[in-house]
């Protein structure tokens, strides 16, 4: 346990690091409540805290923090530039056609996915804390967007959430509540994860067999699949499941060990050409089915489904639509908004959880600053949504090649985002001949590699219980949705937190020490209100298994704090074996346990003991007028403890 100063350091420490209104806020009660100055004088104080944040602010140590930017650009060169050119052109290639084809999973036209690619590589250049994260659509953002772009038949929806999604980040961030990302456990994560790839390869099935309907969710594509199946396109089939084993081929390239130290020349060129094109599978198999489309279409034939025109140039730079209409009808902002519900506040929770994975995941030997990572993805949504963008993520596919390509620093954002507006302003006459067969299967297979089926044998082996929220979610994501599931996951997760702390364990033992019997109670964890009748219960029926005159000694050491509940509790415990004339001695509790349990009841201190050994306390509860002695000390020290625990 720390001690009093340190602890008064620490909380100096983050005090210095509120944010600007948090500071004005806590100057403006201090004044209020505490000194019960003058309006004139409140003003002065909250005047003076506002200065004060505002020269932290212009502290180099925040600076750095909220631009990471000036870390590295001082110590950039003409070496590291290179590199993070190839990494950058390298990334491109991947993500070029990844964001057409995540446009198809949001409902949106192919143009919408390279929209959404390359303002948030600019953003990130100089919020972004993490070399290797790469910031833009991703299939979990688009599966996310789908409902409501498909029901309302408006890519304005989509924009506008791209933007509120951004907001709902910085505001998270601004009032430091990042961490209720960590209420999301393991297995729920795991769940949800595999669920969400499942519902975005599902969604596929009617583009990869070129077959007719509606329907993006678990359910809706499988029974679109069957009422459709006689529909099946055998050409489109064919490109789909070709296109998918090719990407699984390529994925292994890389794996190729040609780069060892003791290989030949040729054997480390041969090695780096093959991981190059495992990292451009993408776009070559892109690439080969534009070919075909175009050289069958040249020939009068059709046999594939290609995407069409798509809206050449780059896209209007302004304000996300506020308004719009749909269905023939004009909607205002209180309209749009309303209709996204609580995706308001999963598609943000979810992106940054995301985003934050993505980043562990390559932050080797480095610390990941999530709350850093929290603004960087909020403000690259937001300015993204100028551009016609749908909301973004952390992308772990486009990550690890960054990774794989040696990027140094975030400049790298620099080159992918110039090659995305290279490609929307010369190339995109060309990506009408995308067959959907082909965008389906660079879909399929990118999402069935995040399937966690390794978690299940891990979660056996380990502990078996969380398999329960790990299915709960998964069954729920695929059977009502992923906002919804990802929600049942989290309560069930927070269901057996509360039991745990509503029944915590409780070791009861029968001891004899130098022929004294002792029933020694040792709860294993902290107390809090749920528990404080089962605790009371659970030592009151071991007495009553004991004669009258065993001491009954509740060891605390585990419990740190206690509540009013808890104190009452075992107020009433006290109470109750005076009736059966049993002694009971509440050894080793903290000091704020016994303040509390005085504040129910004075008398209460003569019941707690400090010391060193049980052997020490027995001595001492052994004689007839232990209670009366101790009462005798208690009232003399109670004055200064109590003063010592207030200024604590």
């Known amino acids: 346990m720390q001690n009093h100063s340190s602890s008064a350091t620490n909380a100096g420490h983050i005090t210095r690091k509120m944010d600007l209104w948090y500071v004005c806020f806590a100057a403006f009660i201090t004044t209020y409540d505490l000194s019960k100055r003058t309006p004139l004088e409140a003003t002065n104080t909250v005047t003076s805290g506002i200065h004060i944040e505002v020269s932290e602010m212009c502290t180099k140590e925040f600076v750095h923090r909220r631009f990471p930017f000036t870390r590295w650009l001082p110590q950039y060169n003409f070496s590291t530039l290179v590199q993070d050119m190839l990494a950058g052109l390298t990334v491109s290639l991947t993500l070029i056609p990844q964001s057409i084809a995540y446009a198809e999973i949001a409902g949106l036209q192919p143009q919408y996915g390279l929209f959404s690619s390359f303002m948030s590589c600019f953003v990130y250049i100089f919020l972004g804390s993490c070399k290797d994260i790469t910031i833009g659509p991703t299939a979990m953002m688009g599966i996310m967007t789908n409902p409501f772009v498909v029901q309302n038949d408006n890519p304005d929806f989509a924009v506008l959430l791209c933007f509120l999604t951004g907001c709902v980040m910085v505001l998270v961030g601004l009032l430091r509540l990042g961490f209720l990302v960590e209420f999301i456990s393991l297995p729920v994560t795991a769940g949800f994860i595999s669920a969400a790839a499942i519902t975005i390869a599902s969604s596929q099935l009617k583009g990869l067999f070129g077959i007719k309907g509606s329907g993006h969710s678990f359910v809706e594509s499988w029974a679109n699949l069957f009422n459709n199946i006689q529909d099946t396109r055998l050409g489109d089939m064919t490109l789909g499941v070709c296109t998918i084993l090719l990407l699984l081929i390529g994925r292994k390239l890389k794996d190729f060990d040609g780069g060892r130290k003791n290989s030949s020349a040729v054997h480390r060129l041969i090695g780096k050409m093959l991981w190059m094109i495992s990292i451009s599978r993408n776009s070559i198999v892109v690439i080969i089915g534009m070919i075909l489309a175009y050289m069958f279409e040249s020939k009068g034939f059709k046999p594939f489904k290609i995407t069409g025109e798509i809206e050449e140039g780059l896209p209007p730079f302004g304000l996300p639509p506020f308004s719009t209409v749909s269905h023939n009808q004009t909607l205002n902002f209180d309209d749009m908004a309303s209709t996204f519900g609580t995706s308001l506040f999963s598609i943000p929770f979810i992106s940054f959880l995301e985003t934050v994975a993505t980043a562990k995941s390559f932050s080797t030997g480095k610390a990941v600053d999530a709350s850093q990572e929290l603004y960087a993805l909020g403000f690259c949504n937001i300015m993204s949504s100028f551009v016609r963008s749908f909301p973004l993520s952390g992308s772990f596919s486009r990550t690890a090649v960054n990774n794989g390509s040696g990027v140094k620093t975030p400049l790298g954002g620099l080159i992918t985002g110039a090659m ?225 625990e207030s200024n604590v």
């Open 420 to 644: 995305v507006l290279m490609a929307l302003g010369l190339l995109t006459s060309t990506f009408a001949y995308i067959p959907k067969a082909t965008l389906a299967g660079v879909i399929i297979s990118a999402v069935l590699s995040i399937v966690e089926l390794e978690m299940v044998p891990l979660l056996w082996q380990t502990k078996r219980i969380d398999l329960i929220p790990m299915a709960v979610t998964f069954i729920a994501c695929l059977g009502i949705g992923l906002d919804y599931g990802m929600l049942l996951g989290i309560g069930v997760n927070l269901v057996f937190i509360l039991y745990s702390a509503a029944r915590p364990e409780v070791q009861v033992r029968n001891l004899t020490i130098e022929s004294r019997k002792v029933l020694l109670v040792i709860p294993e964890q902290g107390l809090v209100f749920p528990a404080a009748e089962y605790i009371r219960d659970a030592v009151f029926r071991s007495c009553l298994m004991t004669e009258s005159n065993v001491i009954v000694v509740v060891e605390g050491s585990n419990i740190h704090q206690i509540d009013s509940t808890v104190a009452k509790n075992m107020t009433m415990l006290v109470n109750d074996l005076k009736i059966r004339n049993q002694k009971i001695v509440f050894w080793n509790w903290k000091h704020s346990a016994e303040v509390v349990c005085r504040g129910i009841d004075e008398k209460m201190s003569k019941y707690f003991s400090y010391e060193d050994s049980l052997e020490s306390l027995l001595q001492e509860v052994a004689t007839e007028s232990w209670l009366a002695a101790r009462d005798n000390n208690t009232n003399g020290t109670q004055k200064t403890f109590l003063n010592n």
